[in-house]
C-alpha cells in the first residue's frame, strides 16, 4: 500500500535574524508525514520543534524549502482550516464558558447555532467533559482545562491535529492520564497527530514515528518508526521493547548534542 | 464593620483636625468681633494684632476660642457649617431655586455626562484606531499625550470663545472641556485593553482563518472591558472637573463652577466649602456607579466572582 504524506517538508531552511546575528531555527529538514501517523518532535529547546509545528501551520515562514500540507502550502490549508492546533497554554477565553470556548472556532467558521450546540457536547463527550460545558475555565483545573482546549481543536472537521506540549504544564499523574485518553481519541477519530513534547516517555507512549531533533542549528537526527503495537496500556512502558525504543531516542538526543554536553 | 472602622477613624482624625486649623485661622476675625462688642482683648487693637501670629493670639485669648468656630464670613469654616449649608441648600430648599445646591449640580452633572460620552466614544474609537494602525499609532498618541500637557484652566476660555464665535453655547462647550480631559484615560486604557491579549491567543485566531471584525469583537473587545471600565473611573472624574474648568471662566451664573466663583466674589467661604463638598461628593457618587456597572457586567463575563 503506497500511502500519500498528509504532511511533506523538503529541505526546510528557517533563519531567524536577530541582534546577535542569525538564528538558524531549522536547517534542511525534511520529512514525510503520512496519514494518521501519530508523530512525536522530540529535543532540547531551541532545536526547532516548535518552529517546525508552527512552519507547517502558516505561523512562521521558513527562508528556504518548501511544506505541503494535504497537497497544498501551509497557507492555503490554515485557510481551508485543515488543521486543529493546541498550544503550550490551554488559552480558553476566561469570559466564555467551556462550551463557549468549543463554539469559539464554530462561530467565526459560520457553523449554525444547532450544529454548534450538536459539536461541542460531541468533543466535550470525547474529551470526557460532559457536564461541564455550562462551566467558566476557572472553575476546571488545569488537566481538565487542557481537554477543553483539545476539544476545541477537534470541534472542526481537520484532519490533522498539531499539538505543541500540550501536557508540558501538567503534573505527572495527568499527563498519564491525558496521555493515555489521547491515545484512545486518536484511535477513535484516526487523525494524523503531531506532537512536540520534552518527555521521552511520553514521546515512546504515544507516536508511530519519533522526529529526533537537536539544536543549533536545529535539525533532525533521527527518526523512528516506533515497533510498538497499536495496543498500548499504561504498563507497556515496562517492557523491554519500549525500553530499546527509549533507549534509542535518548542516544539520538545525546548524538545531537556533540560536544554540548 | 472591619472595613467600615479604619475609614472612620481616618474621616474622625481629619475632621479633627480641621476644627483645629479653625481656631488660629479665624481668630484674628474673633478678636475684632470681641473687642467691637467691648471685651477685652489682648493686644488692645487691631493694628497691634494686624501682625501678630495667630498662634500668640489664641495663646493670649482662650476666651474669644469658642467665637472662632461660629463667624459669620470665616475664613475656614468649620465642618458642622459647611454641613448645615449643605443640608440647607440641597434639603431645604426647593430644586428649581436658584440657590439649591441641587439644582446647580443638575446644571454640572449635565454638562458632564454629555463630555464624559463624547470622551468615552472618542477616546475608544481613537484606540480602535490606534491598535488597527501603524500610521495612527505613531501619529495620533504623541498628540493625545501633548494634549493633556496643557493646563485646562488656560484652554477653557479659549474653547468657549472660539464655540461662542460659531454660534455654540450653553451646555455644548462645557461638555467639549469635559470631553477634553475625559478622553486621554479612556484611549490609555482601551489601547492596552485591546492589545491585551497574548501572541498565542492571536495565533489560535489566525489558525481559525479569522477575519479582523471577528478579532476585534470576539478576542480583543471582550479582553480589554476590565481596562476600559479602570479608565472610565479615571475619565468621569476627570469629566467633572472638566464640567467645573468649563464654568468658571465665562462668569456663568449656575452650575456647581458658579457657586464656587460667586461663593469667592463676596467672600462666601461657607458657600465655596458647600459647592467644593457637593462635587466631591457627586464625583463619589458617580465613579461609584461606574464601579457597580463594572462588578455587574464583569460578573456576567464571568471574569469575576
Not at chain 1, 529541505?11 to 531567524?16: E, I, K, S
Not at chain 2, 454629555?114 to 474609537?125: P, Q, R, W
Amino acid at each position: 500500500m503506497n500511502q500519500v504524506p498528509v504532511i511533506e517538508a523538503n529541505a526546510l531552511n528557517l533563519t531567524f535574524e536577530t541582534n546577535d546575528g542569525p538564528v538558524h531555527a531549522l536547517r534542511d529538514v525534511s520529512l514525510a508525514i503520512n496519514k494518521g501517523d501519530f508523530v512525536s518532535f522530540i529535543g532540547p529547546s531551541g532545536c526547532g520543534k516548535t518552529t517546525f509545528l508552527r512552519v507547517i501551520a502558516d505561523l512562521e515562514q521558513p527562508t528556504g524549502g518548501q511544506v505541503s500540507v494535504n497537497g497544498m502550502s501551509p497557507e492555503e490549508a490554515r485557510k481551508a482550516r485543515a488543521y486543529g492546533y493546541v498550544f503550550q497554554a490551554a488559552g480558553l477565553y476566561p469570559w466564555r464558558t467551556i462550551a463557549g470556548n468549543i463554539r469559539l472556532p464554530l462561530e467565526i467558521m459560520g457553523y449554525s447555532k444547532a450544529e454548534q450546540r450538536e459539536r461541542s457536547e460531541r468533543v466535550l463527550k470525547l474529551v470526557e467533559l460532559s457536564g461541564f460545558g455550562g462551566k467558566y475555565p476557572w472553575q476546571l483545573s488545569g488537566g481538565m482545562q487542557q481537554r477543553a482546549s483539545i476539544a476545541r481543536a477537534l470541534a472542526f472537521d481537520a484532519d490533522i491535529l498539531l499539538m505543541d506540549e500540550p501536557f508540558g504544564a501538567l503534573d505527572e499523574i495527568v499527563r498519564d492520564r491525558l496521555n493515555e485518553e489521547l491515545l484512545n481519541l486518536w484511535k477513535r477519530t484516526q487523525k494524523t497527530i503531531c506532537f512536540v513534547t520534552h518527555s521521552i516517555p511520553e514521546a515512546v507512549f504515544l507516536s508511530t514515528k519519533i522526529v529526533v531533533m537537536s539544536p543549533r542549528p536545529g535539525r533532525i537526527t533521527d527518526v523512528i518508526d516506533s515497533p510498538l503495537p497499536l495496543e498500548r496500556p499504561l504498563d507497556i512502558r515496562d517492557t523491554p521493547e519500549f525500553i530499546e525504543v527509549a533507549h534509542r531516542v535518548r542516544d539520538g538526543l545525546r548524538a545531537g548534542h556533540g560536544d554540548d554536553v | 464593620m472591619r472595613r467600615v472602622l479604619p475609614v472612620l477613624a481616618v474621616a474622625a482624625a481629619l475632621i479633627g483636625l480641621w476644627y483645629l486649623a479653625v481656631i488660629p485661622m479665624n481668630i484674628h476675625a474673633a478678636l475684632t468681633d470681641a473687642e467691637r462688642a467691648g471685651a477685652v482683648v489682648t493686644p488692645a487693637t487691631a493694628k497691634e494684632r494686624r501682625d501678630a501670629g495667630a498662634i500668640g493670639l489664641v495663646v493670649k485669648n482662650p476666651a474669644q476660642i469658642g467665637a472662632t468656630f461660629s463667624q459669620e464670613r470665616p475664613r475656614l469654616p468649620t465642618p458642622d457649617q459647611v454641613a448645615v449649608e449643605l443640608w440647607q441648600t440641597t434639603v431645604e430648599k426647593k430644586i428649581t431655586s436658584k440657590r439649591s445646591l441641587v439644582f446647580h449640580g443638575w446644571i454640572t452633572l449635565s454638562a458632564t455626562l454629555l463630555g464624559f460620552a463624547i470622551g468615552t466614544v472618542a477616546g475608544i474609537a481613537l484606540a480602535i484606531g490606534i491598535v488597527h494602525s501603524r500610521v495612527m499609532d505613531m501619529s495620533v498618541m504623541p498628540w493625545a499625550i501633548v494634549s493633556q500637557t496643557i493646563p485646562i484652566i488656560a484652554l477653557a476660555p479659549m474653547i468657549i470663545v472660539v464655540l461662542y464665535s460659531v454660534g455654540v453655547q450653553g451646555l455644548l462647550p462645557k461638555a467639549v472641556i469635559s470631553a477634553y480631559l475625559s478622553f486621554f484615560p479612556v484611549v490609555v486604557g482601551m489601547v492596552k485593553g485591546l492589545r491585551s491579549p497574548a501572541l498565542a491567543q492571536l495565533d489560535l485566531l489566525k489558525t481559525y482563518n479569522t477575519p479582523q471584525s471577528s478579532v476585534f469583537w470576539k478576542l480583543r473587545l471582550p479582553a480589554s472591558t476590565p481596562y476600559l471600565f479602570a479608565s472610565l473611573k479615571v475619565g468621569i472624574a476627570a469629566s467633572l472637573i472638566g464640567a467645573i474648568v468649563g464654568e468658571l471662566p465665562t462668569g456663568a451664573v449656575r452650575g456647581l463652577g458658579a457657586r464656587l466663583l460667586a461663593g469667592s466674589y463676596y467672600g462666601q467661604t461657607i458657600q465655596i466649602w458647600s459647592a467644593l463638598f457637593g462635587a466631591a461628593i457627586l464625583a463619589a457618587a458617580l465613579v461609584s456607579i461606574i464601579g457597580l456597572i463594572e462588578r455587574l457586567t464583569l460578573r456576567r463575563m464571568g471574569l469575576s466572582v
